[in-house]
């Protein structure tokens, strides 16, 4: 406690013999004198003589100077306490005290004064409470409501709470509820438990906005339910693959048949034309799924674009007229077949949903040539672009909207667009290739979406294929292993009409059997990737192991199935394969590579 005032030294003695274990005294005979000790910390209250420092004055320096500090004043006119004192509890007034009550006002001042700091930095902390906090009576009417509580549970927002009847679940259980926090919707959990207050019973409710939360877990599922229709279509396109290579071999082969009729030709031709329709949409399938592996290198533009507006007659409505308008000199672009197939499709998908009632899209290509102040606005950089353009003349939007579209799962407020990871997914692909996508869009003027992709060369005429390498004939043994009886039945086919001895297996567990009995006789070992127990690359390592001779060729109609990093691209025989195809890979990994090992 320290004393301030003339008179200090005696009431300091004073205090000391009536309570000498409870309070720690000490004495200033000046206001300078007062604030260092303040200064110094370890007080809990200050006792100033009214009639020695001027204390109208004194009292609002020590409080400026130790704002929870108690002051207690002592003066001699009750009627006229000093300004700043009394009834606004900002210091307690104790007229002319006997000692004992002057002891007892003093504790009763620092306890009281404690309870009032604490007091109010309680409400603080519950005020800025993110969570709303309402203490409810039996009846359940607020006595008690913090900030967050008034904006989520008042009507228009931010309303006072007390004293009105809110009707929330009862139970320590989280319970869901809707909010109006600000006069829109919200969703919320409230839990409750009983308490005391002010000495009657009652119920405390804390209630959590749970309305973004909410959000993230819905994208989340969205994510895992995009990630499960990939898995099922990676596996639908695995066996897809596997009938389509029984199809097409099986129509190779008979078409090598002598004499057919022209009737039987051109019954040929059309399974031939489905089975590569087909094998397309598999590969779409794939994209669709982002299942497919990722496989960068020169790309004709328009001919993604071509093959994409194959698959869009087939999925636009009939209302909604497509135009394509191709750049014939257009130039190739550095980028995975697979992805601007996807990118294509996503844009113009989109451009669909924008005309509910039928319109018109166009898909357009061009060359442009960006200068630094037009590289720099699209964040790219200078020089020659490919510029891939879908329009629709549907409602458009305003510039506020267009800011989210490559978010994902956004839905811009009063639009019925498409939500999803289509338009983010599209974004990725272009920034992944050096480029970006542009949007101009206003209000009935229709949408565009520009894909820039950096051009890699002048001509996007497609390079004239290498000249196959021819296999030798005889004393050359393939060791042949697929789980699927009738695509291992027509590839051994097709490789013995070529001369080669084959052995075929329909498992690892058979094709080791035969590398014991064979393995030095065996040239080449022609596997499946994906087989029940070990798959095709486990397979090929054990038989490295044991003959470091073999040459490896690797067969499968899952394309992202997992690889190992050393195997190389050029390795890997995708399925649905044509007879050329197979023929053609064989020899090349019979000419080339190294044997044993993964070729790096």
Known sequence: MLLAGPGSDQAARQLRELMPDRLVVTTATSLAEAQLLLARGGVDGVLVDAGGLGVAAVVGELQRAAPDVAVVVCGTDPANPPTGTGADGTAFWLHEPPAGLLARGVLHAVARHRAEVWSQQLHTLLSAAPDGMVVLDPDGVVRYANKAAADLLGPSGGEDLLGRSVELPAGRQRREVELTRGGSRRLGEVRGVDVDWLGTPARLAVIQDTTEQRLVLDRLREAEKSETIGRLAGGLAHDFNNLLTVVRTSLELIETEPGLSETTCQLLGAIRNASERASTLTRQLLTFGRRSARDPGPVD?????????????????????????????????????????????????????????????????????????????????????????????????????????????????????????????????????????????????????????????????????????????????????????????????????????????????????????????????????????????????????????????FMSGYPDAPRPATARPDHLLAKPFTSAELLRRTAEALAGGHPGGHPG
């Open 301 to 553: 533009l328009n001919g993604v674009v071509r093959r994409a507006a194959d698959l869009l007659h087939r999925l636009l409505r009939e209302d909604i007229e497509l135009a394509v308008r191709l750049e014939p000199e257009l130039g190739l672009v550095e980028a995975d077949t697979g992805e601007l197939e996807q990118v294509v499709l996503n844009l113009a998908l989109h451009a669909r949903d924008e005309l509910p009632d039928g319109g018109r899209i166009a898909v357009e290509t061009e060359r442009r040539e960006l200068d630094p102040a037009a590289a720099t606005g699209l964040g790219l950089l200078p020089g020659r672009y490919a510029v891939l353009t879908v329009r629709d003349n549907g409602p458009g939007m305003a510039e506020e909207l267009t800011a989210s579209l490559f978010e994902p799962f956004t839905r811009p407020a009063g639009r019925a667009r498409r939500t999803g990871l289509g338009l983010a997914s599209s974004y990725v692909v272009a920034d992944r290739c050096g480029g970006t996508i542009a949007v101009d869009s206003a209000p009935g003027a229709g949408t565009a979406f520009r894909v820039y992709l950096p051009a890699t060369a002048t001509s996007s005429q497609p390079t004239a294929p290498a000249e196959p390498v021819v296999a030798g004939r005889g004393g050359q043994t393939v060791l042949l292993v697929e789980d699927e009886p009738e695509v291992r039945r027509l590839t051994r086919m097709v490789l013995e009409r070529e001369g080669f001895t084959v052995l075929d297996a329909d498992g690892a567990a058979t094709a080791l059997a035969i590398l014991e009995r064979h393995g030095s006789a065996i040239d080449l070992l022609l596997t499946d990737v994906v087989m029940p127990g070990m798959n095709g690359f486990e397979l090929a390592d054990a038989a490295s192991r044991r003959h470091p001779q073999i040459r490896r060729l």
